[in-house]
């Protein structure tokens, strides 16, 4: 399975905090945002992984990440001209996806949950599409999921008055039909593709299904000022108390055993002096 990351859109929820900076790279308490959706791909054991910004935005990625070989990734990147959608995301990554599955994450959620990485890892088989669900307070600022007898039977982007409070999250999981459905897809009245309607041509051929996010997992939407406020408080508050990174890509990595024991040292001496470095030495010592 393959991994698309998609970290574009102008951040206009967040302005003027994205004035001069690509929202993914702002910071959710002790690392940049883009660190913790990239985790989520890694713990579903993916490695090989396609981020798609802007074109402006694509250097400050290359220059942040490289080619990922030090975390034991394969990272490639590709220009999105125009902010049209989460849909035009496949379009654009279609030859890399080729005819593998593959899951797509939105470089602005963040997920955390104990056997999370388990979890995700027994879908990537999977054939059609799955999405993920999570109860919400306020359903109308999502994509919105109907279930009925353990069945989908409707999907409606933001509704006014939403039949269910089950969000439709920012990971998704497809098969490669995904490149050829996409194809069929309208401009929304906004201007853009939607990944519901994608959604729903998966629903109306019977092969879509969902996962309703299990207690204790949390999922967290970082696109707006209060969103990253929670969120980092939130990792803040889980670090403190544990004593465990939440989007440590290092030591994911290294469980994943995609580096060794001296590939993770090296990794922490390049911040010697910093507290993420003294935690990945611990792991080490520790192991």
Request: aromatic content about 10%; charged content about 20%; overall charge neutral.
């Amino acid at each position: 399975m393959k991994g698309i990351l998609l970290a574009g859109g102008k951040g206009n929820r967040l302005w003027p905090l994205t004035n001069s900076i690509n929202k993914h790279f702002l910071p959710i308490f002790d690392k940049p945002m883009i660190h913790y959706s990239l985790s989520t791909l890694m713990l579903a054991g993916i490695n090989q992984i396609l981020i798609i910004s802007s074109y402006q935005n694509l250097k400050l990625f290359q220059q942040h990440f490289g080619n990922g070989n030090s975390l034991g990734l394969t990272l490639e990147y590709r220009e999105q001209k125009a902010p049209i959608g989460i849909p035009n995301g496949i379009s654009i990554a279609k030859d890399f996806i080729k005819k593998d599955n593959f899951a797509l994450m939105l470089g602005d959620n963040i997920f955390h949950g104990v056997g999370l990485g388990k979890s995700l890892r027994q879908f990537q088989d999977t054939s059609g599409a799955k999405i993920f669900c999570a109860n919400v307070s306020s359903p109308q600022d999502f994509g919105v999921v109907e279930i009925l007898n353990n069945k989908i039977v409707s999907l409606v982007e933001k509704p006014i008055s939403p039949r269910s409070k089950l969000a439709i999250t920012g990971l998704y999981f497809f098969d490669s039909k995904a490149i050829n459905l996409v194809s069929e897809l309208q401009l929304s009245a906004r201007g853009e593709y939607e990944i519901v309607d994608l959604l729903k041509l998966y629903l109306d051929i019977n092969e879509l299904e969902y996962e309703i996010l299990p207690r204790g997992t949390a999922w967290l939407d970082t696109g707006t000022p209060i969103g990253i406020l929670e969120a980092s408080q939130y990792v803040e508050t889980i670090q403190k108390r544990q004593g465990l990174q939440i989007g440590c890509l290092e030591e994911i990595a290294w469980r994943n055993q995609w580096i060794s024991d001296q590939e993770l040292l090296n990794l922490a001496r390049q911040t010697p002096n910093s507290n993420y470095a003294k935690y990945l030495y611990e792991l080490v010592d520790q192991s």
